[in-house]
């Protein structure tokens, strides 16, 4: 499949809301929000970068803030994909391309993911983050979620 990543536009904004709420994590933590205002603004902040295949349809997106971690570090977000997509890689790349695009100047990158979540957990890990602790009920109650590390060394 044939996709280029670029920075997210107001184009977007329908395809990333439908994505994100064609999803567990949409369901979960955005099901009660105004997810049009939320994504519009991180579009406006230039906080997302979209993975566009040759039609130019969104096939999903990462949505990080640059130091929304302790005020210091890159924080990822929200990474999400088409369902269709899913396990096909594009997570991967888009993962990769936030660490040498915008962490570059970084020593440290951060997200959380949900212990519903094992899928994208897996995936963490095997690219190299850590599990540094879990905090229960954060986003929602009865959700824990993993606080993950990775180190510049390993990006």
């Known amino acids: 499949m044939n996709y280029e990543i670029v920075k997210g536009k107001k184009e977007n904004l329908k395809e990333c809301c439908e994505i994100l709420i064609d999803s567990e994590i949409g369901r979960i ?4 929000k105004n ?3 939320i994504i519009n603004n991180a579009l406006e ?3 997302i970068y979209v993975a566009i295949n040759e039609y130019g349809k969104c096939l999903g997106f990462i949505w990080y803030a640059i130091e929304g971690a302790f005020q210091k570090f890159p924080y990822l977000h929200v990474i999400i994909l088409e369902k269709s997509l899913r396990g096909m890689g594009i997570g991967k790349e888009l993962i990769n391309y936030f660490e040498k695009i915008i ?3 970084y020593e440290k990158v951060f997200l959380m993911v949900g212990d519903f979540n094992h899928r994208a957990k897996k995936l963490y890990e095997e690219l190299g983050y850590k599990e540094i602790g ?3 009920d954060f986003y929602k109650d009865g959700y824990n979620e993993h ?5 510049k060394k390993y990006f």
């Open 147 to 151: 606080l993950m590390m990775k180190n």
């Open 35 to 37: 997810i049009t205002r």
């Open 103 to 105: 962490c570059e100047k």
């Open 29 to 32: 933590y955005f099901a009660e």
């Open 45 to 47: 902040s230039e906080e």
């Open 134 to 136: 879990i905090i229960p």
